[in-house]
């Protein structure tokens, strides 16, 4: 086996390990995904009892599974959940029958139009039970009595998530929130673990201006569980991102906050636009992930949301085909590098105040000029100053002058930095 040295293979190598694990919006198997991603980032786990009211819901009950499975009348397993976790309905009751292949069917769910793959189905709030299996196998079923078996309990327990904070400088909070609730689904969502995971390691290298909140919890259950338990302090969340579907080979999606133009969907257009990458911008919806909670009127957080190939727009969305070999080092690789890139963007996105405003200062003596001889940018620098000094005006931020300029927003931080140094503008 090569040995493993990019970033992206090492967060390839993590959606290998997490995937078998049978993961659910509560149980066992989110606990044993969590304490894998606290090896890499240490993580606060919050055990929230079922029957807690969060908002308008109620935290249910704890499902754990250990196994199921349908055999013949010779004890052959045809289903099998120890071959994959996604052959269980998701939440399904306990069960220990015997029935024919007729009345098997309405508890078994295919995909007729991709005969080979099974499907991921759930009955999260609704008592059932149910086996997911290709349609090629359904059809090689001859008709007969079959055993049934569904070895699983739902009692009172717990909800299980968890959050990672990176410290900034500013108690101010940027969250990145990631569902932990699908089985074995490496793109939805096991790729946006990974790459939550790296993109904490990554900012832990530095002290950034925001502090980070990463939030790793069940999808929309979790997500109302994490609101409802922070209701008093969520006014600290300034910005957030949503990471989902990170690691398909299609191009990078931007979903809008539901504002519309927070500053992080400002950062990420800007972002994605003048890095040339092939993208799409799209506008928000109240459908599709943890989005659509951050953004509910009530709270109404610029929390916009990143993937690939969007929310069911590629044809093994939950199915067993979203497998390990979908997904790419590259890609996840890619959408790491922009979350760093916006980040690092939405981080020195400052206002300033020009403590020179009438003319224009001599900058010549300041040695501001002289400090950029010899660059091959010296003139996009000295326009970039420039248009600091035009803007600072305390309502204008630096993603602004780069917007309204044309320049590069690291050529604009860099600027504004060298003015503040020279005392002719201040945050």
């Known amino acids: 086996m090569a040995p493993v040295t990019t970033t992206g293979e090492r967060m390839h190598a993590l959606v290998e390990r997490l995937y078998p694990l049978c993961r659910s919006i509560t149980g066992d198997g989110v606990r044993a995904t969590l304490e894998i991603v606290d090896e890499y980032v240490p993580l606060q786990v919050h055990e929230v009892p079922t029957g807690t009211q969060v908002l308008d819901w109620t935290v249910p009950q ?3 599974i250990r196994d199921a499975y349908i055999a013949d009348a010779s004890g052959h397993r045809v289903v099998d959940f120890a071959a994959s976790s996604l052959h269980v309905l998701g939440y399904s009751v306990p069960v220990s029958a015997t029935m024919p292949l007729a009345e098997l069917r309405a ?15 759930t009955s999260y709030y609704r008592p059932e039970w149910g086996f997911c299996l290709a349609q090629e196998t359904l059809d090689a079923l001859p008709d007969g009595e079959y055993e049934v078996r569904v070895d699983s309990t739902l ?71 994490w609101l409802a338990r922070n209701r008093e302090r969520v006014d600290r969340v300034k910005h957030g991102l949503v990471l989902a579907c990170a690691g398909d080979r299609g191009h990078l999606t931007y979903k809008r906050s539901r504002r519309g133009d927070a500053e992080i969907d400002r950062v990420m257009r800007h972002v994605l636009r003048t890095s040339e990458r092939p993208h799409d911008v799209i506008e928000f919806t109240p459908y599709g992930y943890d989005e659509r909670q951050y953004c509910s009127p009530g709270f109404d957080l610029g929390v916009g949301s990143l993937s690939r190939t969007p929310y069911a727009g590629y044809p093994e969305y939950h199915t067993s085909a979203d497998d390990p070999g979908f997904v790419s080092p590259e890609a996840m690789e890619d959408t790491l590098a922009v979350c760093r890139e916006a980040f690092a963007v939405l981080d020195r996105n400052r206002r300033y105040v020009n403590l020179s405003p009438y003319g224009e200062p001599q900058l010549g003596r ?49 600027a504004a930095d060298a003015l503040r140094d020279a005392g002719l503008i201040k945050a």
Do not use: K
């Open 62 to 64: 704890e499902w754990n």
């Open 107 to 121: 508890h078994l769910h295919t995909l007729p139009d991709h005969p080979s793959w099974v499907p991921y189905r």
């Open 155 to 225: 009692a009172d327990g717990h909800l299980t998530y968890a959050e990672h904070v990176v410290p900034g400088q500013v108690p101010d909070e940027v969250i990145v929130s990631c569902h932990v609730c699908h089985p074995s689904l490496a793109n939805d969502n096991l790729a946006g673990i990974a790459v939550a995971t790296f993109l904490a390691r990554a900012l832990a290298e530095r002290t950034p201006y925001y502090t980070y909140r990463f939030i790793f919890a069940p999808g929309t259950i979790g997500a109302i569980t």
């Open 366 to 414: 300041r040695g501001l000029y002289d400090a950029l001889g010899g660059r091959s940018d010296t003139q996009q620098a000295q326009m970039a100053m420039l248009w600091v000094l035009s803007l600072s005006d305390g309502e204008h931020g630096l993603l602004d002058v780069a917007e309204r300029s044309g320049l590069p927003f690291d050529t604009v931080a860099a």
